[in-house]
């Protein structure tokens, strides 16, 4: 382990983990994090990291092989360690610490155990139904990201106009608040306090949300004034009109 100390985002989709990773990778003091146990994207990761074997059913060898070359690379030669995990993943990473580190009595330990001394925080969005608009119109139209620029940053398939769809939205809210109470609840059954983060407060001001999370770690907060986000909100007239409709309908109902 060439760190000694970790940080675990816990978050939703579409709750600004992507503009927070890439603010504090850009310090270059505070590691770079990322999805590295993105259950969809296991495979990917492995040739990424350079892992021997994706023979995902070689457990102990490939866990092991898998974590360090990940906690390499999510430290970038920094003293700090860090990842992002949403909740529909949490899972899949349990079960693969629990082959790393069998007859530990808690959730916390075997975190522990594999990531050092580790600070959680808990990203989430407040406006439920924003963040909805945000996941089916990304869903739909495959583009999830902008850079500051307004090009394109990551789009996973062609691009295809959205369509208002209340029941698709409807679903989408609860899940990003079941997903969301589900963190809230975990950190209850740990004991665990996290450093509680909004993505409103992180897009409104995301110079001093960043410092936030370096003073944890005792690192100088002034390297935020260095530190420009990379993403531009993706929110537009469309998704606004979305949003108001939603509510409209819900409550006529």
């Known amino acids: 382990m060439n760190h000694s100390q970790s940080y675990i985002i816990c978050a939703t989709p ?5 503009l927070l990773c890439d603010l504090l990778a850009d310090t270059g003091v505070a590691g770079k994090p990322d999805a590295f146990f993105r259950f969809q994207s296991r495979q990917w990761w492995a040739r ?26 999510g430290a970038a030669g920094t003293r700090i360690f860090g990842m992002r995990l949403m909740w529909r993943d949490f899972d899949y990473l349990v079960t ?3 082959v790393l580190y069998p007859g530990l009595p808690s959730d916390r330990d075997r975190f522990q155990a594999a990531f050092g001394s580790t600070r959680f925080l808990h990203l989430s969005r407040e406006d439920k139904v924003a963040q ?8 739909q139209s495959g583009l999830w990201h902008v850079d500051a620029k307004g090009v394109e940053r990551e789009r996973v398939k062609p691009g295809q106009l959205p369509i208002y769809d209340a029941k698709i939205l409807s679903e989408q809210v609860l899940e990003c608040e079941r997903h969301d109470t589900s963190w809230v609840n975990w950190f209850a ?3 665990i306090q ?3 983060i909004t993505y409103e407060s992180l897009s ?5 949300t960043l410092a936030r999370v370096l003073s944890v770690f005792d690192l100088d907060t002034t390297i935020v004034e260095t530190v420009k986000p990379r993403t531009t909100k993706l929110a537009d007239s469309v998704s606004k009109e979305w949003a108001t409709r939603f509510r409209t309908e819900e409550l006529t109902h």
Do not use: M
């Open 14 to 18: 579409r709750s600004g983990t992507t």
């Open 48 to 73: 990424h990291l350079n892992v021997p074997s994706i023979d995902w059913t070689d457990e102990y060898a490939f866990d092991q092989s898998f974590l360090s070359a990940a906690l390499h690379e």
């Open 96 to 98: 693969r610490l629990g």
């Open 132 to 139: 909805a608009v945000s996941c089916v119109k990304a869903e």
């Open 189 to 191: 059954r740990q004991k």
């Open 194 to 196: 996290p450093l509680r």
């Open 204 to 208: 409104e001001n995301p110079k001093a």
